[in-house]
């Protein structure tokens, strides 16, 4: 994979501002970082940086539907709002004294995937007007260390160059990189882009931890669940569940190969689009999963069998949400629905497949303590 990786510095020399550092044992620890997240959804990279030892007191986002999962696993406060209407006044409100300021977030990427429509060059509207909003905040709470997860496309764009630059122009060091999320303990084949901003000095994000030796696989991840079948639910998660398949589908997933196509299927079983030329070009819908490699990129909608390579290695049914949580390198005991409400099967799935994956988010947690780390020891 090209990882192309760039540093965008000012010329004139940074004063190097540095917060006391404690240790302990010679491990470090830096209890005097704390963080705001905006567009947090669920708290993927909440989590993450709380593993790190990051403190994160507060998120901001406009779905309200996300307000449970994410107070209850993170121990913050879940601001409900309009980013457009938020002042940096209110965001300093969760900062103290004597604190390195941490802002991060991952603007809801819509208008910058290759999954969505076609934008064909227009770089406007409410979603592009989002890394505006993220600008305007940093330059109203100058936050001491930033931090932005995207999908790759974001950084051929303007409107990201842009970003950059204005970080640069107010006084920030920044490091960008196209990242291969199994690089980093995360069991799914996404790819995301990693922006790390800092006034204290160069920043960047720890090297990779895992090599194609050892990449965390769908069997290390989910191998141990509780096999199910289609349209059936587990008696000890109710998140282990599946939509039941038509009789059609449950035919073709049956026939079906791990990383094979619907060419592996009898013909009476094609779809009308797979007799077309074009039909041949979607290999991976009503597709498996191989035991023994990282998953696919999670899309919101991993519990639909035929949208994605979504079929479960050997069991004849789609994933299931704890399937495709843990798969996004969430916790197994992650809470996404309060006892008793209904699993709404659509929105969860939205959450989950929106999610910045947990482990990136730490490996981002423990790059901005290596990067203090480092400028104390200067």
């Known amino acids: 994979m090209n990882q192309r990786h760039y540093y965008i510095c000012k010329k004139k020399e940074m004063k190097i501002i540095s917060p ?66 938020v002042t940096g006044e209110q965001i300093k409100e969760y900062w103290k004294d004597g604190e390195i300021k941490l802002l991060v977030g991952c603007a809801p990427c819509q208008p910058f995937s290759s999954h969505s429509n076609k934008l064909k060059g227009k770089e406007q ?37 842009d970003f950059v630059v204005q970080l640069e122009n107010n ?11 199994p690089d980093y303990g995360i069991p799914q084949k996404r790819r995301r882009l990693v922006l790390l901003a800092s006034r204290l000095g160069l920043i960047d994000l720890i090297p990779p931890t895992h ?7 769908v069997r290390d991840a989910i191998g141990h669940l509780t096999p199910i ?48 030329e074009t039909g041949k070009t979607y290999k991976a819908v009503y597709g498996r999963m191989a035991w023994d490699e990282p998953a696919p990129t999670i899309t919101t909608q991993f519990y639909n069998y035929g949208t994605g390579r979504f079929g479960h290695p050997e069991q004849d049914r789609a ?29 969860i799935g939205t959450h989950i497949g929106n999610a910045v994956p947990v482990n990136l988010g730490l490996a981002i947690g423990k790059s901005i303590i290596k990067h203090l780390k480092e400028n104390e020891n200067e």
């Not at 936050?143 to 409107?159: A, F, G, H, R, T």
């Not at 090599?211 to 696989?217: L, M, R």
């Not at 949580?325 to 929105?347: E, M």
């Open 229 to 276: 079948e289609s349209g059936e639910r587990c008696n000890t998660d109710k998140l282990h569940f599946t939509t039941k398949l038509t009789d059609i589908n449950l035919k073709r997933i049956k026939s079906s190969l791990p990383n094979g196509t619907w060419e592996n299927w009898d013909k009476s079983l094609w779809l009308d689009c797979h007799k077309k």
């Open 319 to 347: 994933l299931t949400i704890r399937e495709a949580s843990i798969l996004q390198s969430f916790p197994a005991n992650y809470k996404f629905v309060k006892k008793g409400d209904n699993v709404l099967i659509t929105q």
């Open 211 to 217: 090599s194609k030796n050892n990449y965390k696989t």
């Open 20 to 85: 006391t550092l404690k240790y302990n044992n010679k491990k470090l620890k830096i209890p005097s970082v704390t963080g705001v997240d905006l567009f947090f959804g669920v708290g993927g990279l909440t989590h993450g940086l709380i593993k790190s030892g990051i403190t994160i007191r507060a998120g901001i986002d406009l779905d309200a539907s996300c307000k449970y999962a994410y107070e209850v696993n993170n121990n913050a406060k879940f601001i409900g709002a309009d980013i457009s209407e």
């Open 171 to 181: 006084g920030y060091k920044v490091a960008y990189k196209n990242v291969y999320c």
């Open 125 to 161: 509207g409410d979603k592009w007007n989002l890394l505006n909003e993220f600008i305007r905040l940093i330059k109203e709470t100058t936050p001491d260390i930033i931090s932005m997860e995207n999908v790759p496309n974001l950084s051929n764009k303007q409107i990201f160059k």
